[in-house]
């Protein structure tokens, strides 16, 4: 290694002298600590690419153009160094240990606090791992960047929400954290400009989150935005790409000609003839493909730019983007559309006042289409359309399918019909004011709002699929003989006022005291208008009005809206300890009251305790050099989730239109009742967790690791209990439920330097276990998920299992024979090519009772793995993270239908004995019903995705000095290149439709595979 060295040294040193003009700079570079040589330093000479480095020895030589030049000292674990050159020929430098990362300050509740010191779990993402890879929500920035956070997509349609679980699913009501956007709690992140963000903390344990009371319970997720700094010259940052989207799998369903096949099969199965048009399944071919049909390329585009400048008592950030994304079904049918704009400023009165305003505007259109379920999508319908109709006929008109009646229309017709746009105008803005009473004593108050209004046009308008008038062979849902317009608006309007005192001391024994405290007050207000009429005047979007109507004097329009009000307030305080740095102390407690809670249980407390020890002066770790630093951290605490509670669930609802008889006339009047019970004793859930971690820097901070163990058990969840029907009253949500979730998470993180190749890799794995634990009185199981091509629920929570596991029939292979059909009594209607069902409990019947657990949606681990290197000015990331041991339930296909289009492993079905023992029979009738839910549809939904893939250039400095310009990168870069699977669905990243609905493929609109290209620049 060491000739490799001293050869490599002097190739550079000899070509440096070859092709250069000017003068010859050596000299050795040793470590401060100890003087000992670094080798492999590398040394650069600023401005160009000119470079070499360090030898065994720590020795180094480089031609240079002259004395106006500047050397570059870089070596990971150690800090940078330039140095002018002048008239020296000879330049030794001494190198310090680079401790930037332990004094590294984090964003944590109402405060900073440096990394050394953090006593709870807190994940963070910067602003570099934020942009190394484009992304199109802030959501996005976490997947597999922080252990123990899941981000799984409710949908790949622009504009789609996202699921973010932090340590598992703690609840069977809302299971989402709480953002914080600098300092105001929001409910939703879609209004942000992912180029705007300076950090993300992600509060993990109740320790960390407990200071945000009955809002915690879920974890709490900091968003820190850009800001100038003081004394700062101006500068001009530009950002853009260019992206082209494009489906990545199709599934393998039925061609024509195999389509034909089982349909005729099927029919004779039950006893009916085949139908004419398919008497040739030959001559059909391949047919029509509606996945084809359907997906298409689609593009996206980004433009943001940023202005940051600063004075002796002045900072400014001034930011905007745009940004648009067509969908890769229905292209700008599908289309979401961001206009941002914010302005962040911050003056100093003075030593000891200061003033900061952060505004934020955001315009959000977007035209979506149905998603997600086995009714109205195109994606659900592209897939049971049968292959042997055609989109459009040979005149131009939208064809309808002669098999295929009920809800699966043509799709293509339905995408060029969509009128759905939803616009969002989004303020988000707050102001505060800063005083030093002491020299150790500060008092800020902060006033919030957070204003947005939010209008939906939905346009329906007529058509007629048929051939001629009264087509009497068009199906039912293939015409519309009069067109309708729903209009919607939406207001949403909080506000929040905080006041908080902060006295941070170091005390004259070389401790540290600080303690933060605060009132915090919150109103939320939210009111609603929806009006609609049908029968307009006109088919035509432009002019689709609620007083256009043809029968106007006729048809009053319908209308109706509310209003729902919540308000919470708050008291808490934290105290941080420091007994040098050796012992990091925290406790926090806050109590909270809500106007959503019960009259009995208006108010909550929540504690928290946190201890870290830093050891890494103890002698056993001191004596070993590859130990930078070594902490051992623990704490416990409780948090709330008070946001799965709704406004009213306390008392009991009023409906108005409810008719009641009176009287021997039976007069039949008109009034209002109670539709629900009351609960005055309604509470928050109540999170309680214990976490112990452990965070070591080694090999020169060259090697980063962070591993914790929690057990989290959430309690009071929220829960409706079944009443008596006599009752004559909806039974209300009560706190009787509760769940725990454990696990471990693990973060190795690696960086190096060899030469002028500079590369980091790191990554992430997080195993996390999901049990119920109670359902209050009886412990009675909750069924949810209706799939309705199977025709029954598909999820189940019930206590010893995990939250909405999948829940139906064992089975246990095909009946080969008739005899062996006949034989078992507990299916009479089976017959040879039947699903066998497990009689669990052996009654002679299988029926519901039958039923047991044939899924997990929730993995076993999931992970995240980073790769990132720098040649000069070329830089590469690749970014992977993946899930394995969950399970998928595919019902994407309308079996209750029997017409409509199957995957091509129906080709395998049973056709005789010992042909196949995995697939049945088909058949119209399907008397055995092997059609009902049973693990024959569960799925292993495991993947690994190549998520980002990114290749830049940076512009030599030469270069941009001539074009003015202070740092120009482009770059090229791929998202979701590869996913590896088993799952034969369009996409394994399934999230869920609530939190008692998890992983159910009811025809899932897949994400997109991209390729883009973009510019950095630095003005």
């Excluded at 009772?849 to 720098?870: C, R």
């Excluded at 042909?915 to 690994?944: C, K, L, W, Y």
Aim: proline share 4%; net charge negative; aromatic share 10%.
């Amino acid at each position: 290694m060491k000739n490799l060295l001293l050869a490599f040294s002097f190739v550079t040193a000899v070509m440096a002298t070859a092709f250069s003009q000017g003068k010859v700079v050596a000299g050795m570079v040793t470590a401060a600590e100890d003087g000992q040589a670094l080798p492999g330093v590398t040394v650069v000479e600023k401005g160009s690419q000119n470079a070499t480095f360090t030898d065994l020895d720590g020795r180094y030589t480089l031609n240079v153009v002259g004395d106006e030049a500047e050397l570059v000292f870089s070596f990971i674990g150690y800090t940078q160094q330039v140095v002018a050159i002048s008239a020296q020929t000879e330049i030794n430098v001494q190198l310090a240990a680079d401790v930037a990362g332990l004094e590294e300050v984090i964003v944590i509740g109402y405060g900073n606090q440096k990394r050394s010191k953090i006593s709870g779990a807190v994940g963070t993402i910067d602003s570099k791992e934020i942009t190394s890879m484009p992304v199109l929500r802030t959501e996005q920035a976490l997947q597999g960047r922080a252990a123990g956070v899941q981000v799984t997509q409710n949908s790949g349609q622009p504009g789609a929400t996202q699921s973010i679980r932090i340590r598992g699913t703690g609840s069977l009501n809302n299971a989402e954290p709480l953002y914080v956007i600098d300092g105001i709690p929001s409910g939703g992140i879609d209004y942000l400009n992912p180029a705007d963000i300076a950090s993300i903390s992600i509060l993990k344990d109740a320790a960390s989150a407990a200071i945000y009371g009955a809002r915690g319970g879920n974890g709490v997720v900091l968003i820190t935005t850009k800001a100038g700094s003081k004394n700062q010259k101006p500068q001009i940052t530009y950002e853009s790409y260019y992206g082209v989207q494009e489906p990545w799998k199709y599934m393998a369903l039925l061609n024509a000609e195999e389509y034909a096949i089982l349909m005729n099969e099927s029919r004779s199965a039950a006893g009916l003839t085949p139908l004419e048009a398919l008497a040739d399944p030959a001559s059909l071919g391949q047919g029509f493909d509606w996945q084809d049909e359907v997906f298409q390329r689609a593009s996206m585009m980004n433009h943001s730019f940023s202005f940051t400048k600063g004075t002796e008592t002045s900072s400014t950030a001034i930011g905007g983007s745009y940004f648009t994304q067509d969908g890769i079904v229905g292209g700008d049918k599908g289309n979401f559309e961001r206009y941002t704009f914010r302005v962040n400023t911050r003056q100093d009165g003075g030593e000891r006042f200061r003033l900061g305003q952060n505004v934020n505007f955001t315009h959000l259109n977007r035209s979506a289409l149905a998603e997600n379920n086995e009714f109205a999508t195109p994606v659900g319908r592209a897939l049971n359309m049968d292959p042997i109709t055609e989109a459009m006929r040979e005149d131009g008109t939208y064809n309808y399918s002669n098999f295929i009646d009920s809800d699966i229309a043509n799709p293509a017709n339905q995408i060029a019909l969509n009128n759905d746009f939803w616009t969002t105008n989004r303020f988000v803005g707050s102001s505060f004011a800063e005083f030093d009473i002491l020299s150790n004593l500060t008092f800020r108050s902060t006033m919030s709002v957070d204003l947005s209004l939010g209008s939906q046009r939905i346009f329906n308008p007529t058509y007629d699929l048929g051939i001629g008038e009264n087509d009497p062979d068009r199906p039912a849902y293939e015409f519309r003989p009069v067109n309708s317009l729903v209009l919607g608006e939406n207001k949403w309007s909080n506000w929040q006022w905080e006041n908080i005192v902060t006295y941070d001391k170091e005390l004259s024994n070389g401790d540290d005291l600080k303690i933060v405290a605060g009132y915090s007050s919150l109103s939320n207000r939210n009111t609603s208008f929806y009006g609609s009429r049908d029968s307009l005047a006109t088919n035509d979007v432009q002019y689709a009005y609620l007083n256009n109507s043809l029968n106007a004097a006729e048809q009053a329009p319908s209308a109706n809206g509310g209003i729902s009000e919540s308000a919470f307030v708050g008291q808490f305080m934290r105290v941080d300890y420091g007994l040098g740095d050796a012992i990091s102390l925290a406790g926090t407690i806050r109590r909270d009251g809500s106007s959503r809670f019960g009259v009995n249980n208006r108010y909550g407390i929540f504690p928290s305790f946190s201890a870290a020890w830093n050891m890494t002066e103890l002698p056993w770790v001191a004596e070993k050099d590859w130990i930078d630093f070594l902490k051992l951290r623990g704490s416990w605490g409780q948090n709330g989730n008070a946001d799965g509670i709704g406004n009213y669930d306390y008392t009991s609802l009023v409906l108005n239109g409810l008719n009641y008889t009176f009287g021997g006339d039976q007069v039949q009047v008109n009034g209002a009742g109670p539709i629900n019970t009351s609960n005055p004793d309604l509470k928050w859930e109540t999170v309680e967790q214990t976490n112990i971690g452990i965070d070591a820097d080694l090999y020169k901070g060259k090697l980063n690791v962070v591993l914790d163990y929690f057990v989290k058990s959430t309690n009071d969840m929220l829960a409706v209990v079944p009443l008596p029907g006599v009752v004559g009253y909806l039974p209300s949500a009560t706190n009787v439920a509760s769940a725990r979730n454990s696990g471990v998470e693990f973060m190795v993180n690696h960086r190096n330097q060899v030469g002028l190749l500079e590369y980091s890799v790191g990554g992430n794995i997080s195993f996390i276990e999901n049990e119920v634990t109670g359902l209050g009185e009886g412990g009675q199981p909750i069924s949810t998920g209706s799939v309705f091509g199977i025709g029954d629920l598909v999820a189940y929570t019930e206590i010893g299992q995990p939250i909405a596991y999948f829940y139906g029939y064992e089975t246990a292979g095909i009946f080969q024979t008739d005899e062996q059909a006949a034989a078992n009594t507990s299916l009479p209607d089976a017959q040879a090519g039947d699903v066998i069902f497990v009689d669990q409990n052996d009654d002679g019947v299988v029926d519901g009772e039958d039923k047991v657990m044939i899924g997990n949606p929730h993995p076993d681990f999931t992970y995240g793995f980073n790769f990132a290197a720098n040649y000069k000015a070329f830089d590469f990331s690749l970014f992977v993270q993946g899930s394995h041991g969950n399970d998928l339930l595919n019902g994407v296909f309308r079996y209750d239908l029997n017409t409509t289009n199957l995957p091509v492993s129906a080709l395998e079905r049973w056709t005789g004995e010992g042909s196949t023992n995995a697939h049945p029979r088909i058949s119209h009738s399907d008397p055995n019903q092997n059609n009902r839910i049973s693990d024959r549809f569960v799925e292993d939904g495991s993947f690994m995705r190549i998520k980002n893939v990114q290749l830049g250039y940076t512009l030599p400095e030469q270069v941009m000095q001539r074009l003015s310009i202070g740092k120009c990168r482009i770059y090229v870069a791929a998202s979701n290149l590869f996913t590896f699977t088993n799952y034969s669905g369009l996409d394994p990243e399934i999230g869920s439709r609530g939190t008692l609905e998890i992983g159910i493929d009811r025809g899932f609109y897949p994400s997109a595979r991209t390729f883009m290209g973009g510019i950095n620049v630095n003005f």
